[in-house]
């Protein structure tokens, strides 16, 4: 008995040894970050192609390859404001894409940096609404003048796909129930058609986000309100090349790419913006902490295993940043980044009532990104100060309960389920039948709790009384510029405005920014243990290569496993899709 016990020691010791000679292999395989000696006269050249997100969590992992993060963008873009060599930016905003929040903050960031007397150039292959949009704060636009390249500018446009017909199709229903006119989230899923109320709603919300767009494309071009109108409702071709974009002033000049370059270089040098690095300051006595809540709202064990809260709000992810700061000294002030379309009313509880212990020692300022809606809206209401974007879009403070059921797919497949209970609520939602009124009539009743419970958290954050906030209340969704009109949030501005107003609140004026969740690299995913969730680590890959086609699907997989624990929601159940 004791020589086997000595050779299962010497099995796990050998396993052991080979799990940390693999560690370490892999540590040394992992290429070190490249870098660049910037020279005076330097260009750095922005290549915004693809999905760039507010925050990145994880940095140089193989099937997590991201592309550089908004927030980092413009931090880079603050140094390079301030950096002696840097002469301006080669902008090259190919398929960009990005929330239209996100995109007016680096936008407005790009426009910082150009107001601070250094050049911004951009050159186009073909790029979209969202790309140009960053474009057009250039000093000049050259295009390809190849007739396949070519500026398609469409216009802004939401998609919501109703899925009961398939539904229908296949055996499964959903009793939806909601509390609040305007709270459509889950009609997707027991509807056909579009709801009136929601429509109003969200024609409202795009009507907003076209004029704020058109607007802006104003104020920085050369062309009039008549002028942009028509190019956007009246033109013949849907992508605008060659000197047909030069007759209408959308670009400046028609160039291939390396005569571009021996125009605007000259004798100045380039380097790729990745490759351009900036110093963070490492101490400071005092710290405004910037916390980022981006995702749904879910319990953590719902998806567990290697990043199961990755671009998920979850309890633990959250709370863990949040005691961390409590536990440091230095830190006087907290920006919460809110970019959430809701989920689980419990969840958006727990975290509430953290940021409020949190917020009794140092005073807490909300920034929102591209939605701050539903539980996003709960998780932000009693912040001390809260700031949108015009186009972020906000409120939906109302409730919606989710209940699917396949009874008819289990009948049509044959299936015969028998209940034995003891105990009223013993099979309560069973999903195997269809929901019983005596169900449906428990759901509501806790639904016009929590739905009471929202507006009393609401009147309380932003001082109104009940009747003010039922006003805006009823699910109904809200530009940041009307959010600021009716008094659920203080104030249009950018995270750095955020960051601004914590000092100010926090009286200090010399500090340094803590960004939480910190960065992290392979070797902190092997420490943690959750290497190996082949299922999270396809969806991740999956969505991080086409998000468009694939994270519809994976947030309403993820809807529908969050229904089945708590089917009382705060939630945008919808995949807005725009341009």
């Not at 000049?140 to 939401?158: D, K, Y």
């Not at 309100?225 to 047909?244: A, K, N, T």
């Not at 000259?266 to 005092?286: A, C």
């Not at 975290?351 to 996003?376: D, H, R």
Request: aromatic share 10%.
């Amino acid at each position: 008995m004791k020589k086997i016990g000595k050779v299962i020691l010497w099995i796990f010791a050998v396993i052991g040894f080979l799990f940390i000679v693999f560690i370490i292999i892999l540590a040394k395989s992992i290429p070190a970050k490249k870098k660049v000696a910037i020279k005076p006269n330097t260009y750095l050249e922005l290549s915004l192609g693809g999905l760039h997100h507010d925050h990145n969590e994880y940095d140089g992992i193989f099937f997590l390859k991201e592309k550089i993060s908004i927030g980092d963008i413009c931090r880079k873009l603050d140094k390079a404001k301030q950096d002696s060599r840097i002469k301006g930016i080669i902008l090259k905003p190919e398929f960009y894409r990005a929330g239209w929040s996100f995109t007016k903050e680096l936008r407005d960031k790009l426009l910082d940096f150009k107001q601070s007397g250094k050049k911004i150039y951009s050159y186009i292959d073909i790029t979209l609404d969202k790309g140009y949009y960053l474009a057009s704060v250039s000093d000049s636009i050259f295009l390809n003048p190849s007739t396949s390249a070519g500026i398609a500018l469409a216009g802004i446009g939401a998609e919501i796909s109703y899925y009961k017909g398939f539904l229908d199709k296949i055996g499964i229903e959903f009793t939806v129930l909601h509390q609040g006119k305007y709270k459509g989230s889950g009609e997707i899923f027991n509807r056909k058609k579009m709801s009136e109320p929601l429509r109003e709603s969200f024609t409202k919300f795009i009507d907003d986000l076209y004029n704020q767009y058109m607007d802006d494309l104003v104020n920085t071009q050369k062309f009039s309100d008549s002028d942009i109108e028509e190019i956007m409702e009246e033109r013949p071709e849907f992508v605008i090349s060659g000197q047909r974009a030069l007759d209408l002033q959308l670009v400046d000049a028609l160039s291939y790419e390396k005569e571009f370059e021996n125009i605007v270089l000259k004798n100045n040098t380039l380097v790729n913006f990745k490759d351009y690095t900036i110093k963070i300051k490492k101490y400071s006595s005092d710290k405004i902490a910037v916390i980022y809540a981006q995702g749904l709202i879910m319990m953590s064990d719902i998806d567990a295993g290697f990043s199961g809260d990755y671009r998920k709000i979850t309890e633990k992810n959250i709370i863990k940043e949040l005691d961390r700061i409590q536990r440091m000294k230095s830190v006087k002030a907290l920006v919460f980044r809110v970019n959430s379309g809701g989920g689980s009313a419990l969840i958006s509880d727990i975290i509430l009532n953290k940021l409020e212990e949190v917020n009794a020692k140092i005073p807490i300022v909300v920034s929102m990104g591209n939605m701050a809606a539903s539980g996003g809206y709960w998780i932000s209401c009693k912040a001390d100060y809260i700031f949108a974007q015009p186009n972020t879009l906000t409120g939906s403070i109302g409730v919606v309960g989710i209940i699917p059921n396949w009874q008819k797919l289990r009948e049509w497949a044959d299936i015969n389920t028998y209940q034995i209970k003891r105990g009223k609520y013993a099979t309560y939602l069973s999903p195997n039948f269809a929901t019983s009124q005596e169900d449906i009539k428990s759901l509501t009743f806790e639904m016009e709790e929590l739905y009471n419970e929202f507006k009393d958290l609401v009147a309380e954050g932003r001082e109104m009384t009940l009747d003010e906030v039922e006003k805006i209340a009823q699910g109904r969704i809200w530009t940041g510029i009307d959010a600021v009109k009716v008094g659920l949030v203080d104030e249009l501005g950018s995270l750095d405005d955020a960051i601004a107003k914590a000092a100010e609140l926090a009286e200090i004026e010399d500090y340094s920014i803590l960004v939480l969740p910190a960065k992290k690299g392979l070797i902190d995913i092997l420490k943690e243990g959750d290497l190996f969730d082949v299922e999270t680590i396809v969806e991740l890959y999956l969505m991080n290569t086409n998000e468009d086609l694939f994270e519809d699907v994976i947030n309403q997989k993820n809807l529908i496993k969050m229904a089945t624990q708590e089917p009382i929601q705060l939630i945008l159940s919808y995949k807005i899709s725009w341009q």
